[in-house]
């Protein structure tokens, strides 16, 4: 497999072409942005725990929860050989505890249990500040299909019930997280989870004391941020990491 040009450099990851026209390499970056990229720094090791985090619940999903991903390859601890997809241009946040946003835009204080889990979506679009959409907006505007729609609403759901209970045996509160999907250009199109699952994009909590034990505690200046990517390594990963 060889490595190409640089196609693109996000936030937090680069992508790269290959010499297989159906997979591209991501690299992930210790740089990190919040508030639609206000504030920027850098979580040293960031890149590393996101890289070996999503790739091993992404192998999770696959195999024990019927998902399929854009997973083909770990090639070192920062990059990754996925399939190449066309992003489906929605965020989907899913959410079992009040947190961020929700509490903010709801007046529901952070922490408060919600009694089903609930599924958000948001119009990719940095311009706009990613804008909370509907599926009427989605479709009418022609992000996704209704069939898309239904096919990434259950995927979603059915990786929340996956990921809740994996880290629920590790002693941590899954609260909220964000996913994306994508087309699989050499699949017909079909639709797969792309992107990343990582303390980047979930908010995790431990179970016991409720420490934030992810991305909030950048956002919010906290401290201890490494710390917190190194600890959910650990839970994650146990003690063979
Ligand atoms: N999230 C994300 N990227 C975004 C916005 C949100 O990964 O651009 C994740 C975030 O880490 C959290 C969940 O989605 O786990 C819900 O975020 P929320 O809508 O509460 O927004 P925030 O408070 O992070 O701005």
């Known amino acids: 497999m060889e490595k190409l040009e640089q196609l693109y450099e996000g936030k937090a990851k680069k992508v790269y072409r290959t010499d297989d026209e159906n997979a591209y390499i991501v690299s992930y ?13 850098t979580i040293s090791g ?18 024990e929860a019927g998902i399929p991903t854009h997973y083909i390859k770990e090639l ?11 992003i489906v241009p929605l965020e989907v946040i899913v959410r079992n505890i009040a947190a961020g946003s929700f509490s903010k835009r709801f007046g529901v ?6 009694l089903i889990p609930t599924i958000e979506f948001c119009y990719k ?15 009418a505007c022609g992000w996704s299909t209704r069939e898309e ?18 880290f629920a045996e590790r002693g941590v509160e899954l609260v909220d997280f964000k996913i ?50 190194e600890e959910m390594m650990r839970r994650v990963f146990g003690d063979n990491k």
């Open 125 to 139: 679009s940095d311009e706009l500040g990613d804008p909370m959409v509907n599926d009427y907006h989605i479709i």
């Open 149 to 166: 729609l239904d096919t990434i609403t259950d995927y979603t759901f059915r990786i929340n019930d996956y990921l809740k209970g994996f």
């Open 46 to 63: 960031k890149g590393v725990v996101n890289n070996r985090m999503s790739n091993y619940l992404m192998q999770k999903l696959e195999a």
């Open 29 to 41: 970056k210790d740089d990190a942005t919040a508030f639609n990229g206000l504030k920027k720094g």
């Open 180 to 229: 994306e999907f994508g087309r699989d250009a050499a699949n017909g199109g079909k639709v797969i989870l792309a992107d990343e699952i990582s303390p980047d994009t979930c908010r995790f909590w431990d179970a016991k004391t409720h420490e934030k034990l992810d991305k909030d505690r950048f956002r919010r200046e906290m401290g201890g941020v490494e710390e917190a990517y």
């Open 109 to 114: 204080a952070e922490g408060t249990p919600l």
């Open 76 to 86: 070192s601890e920062r990059e990754t050989l996925v399939k190449k997809v066309e």
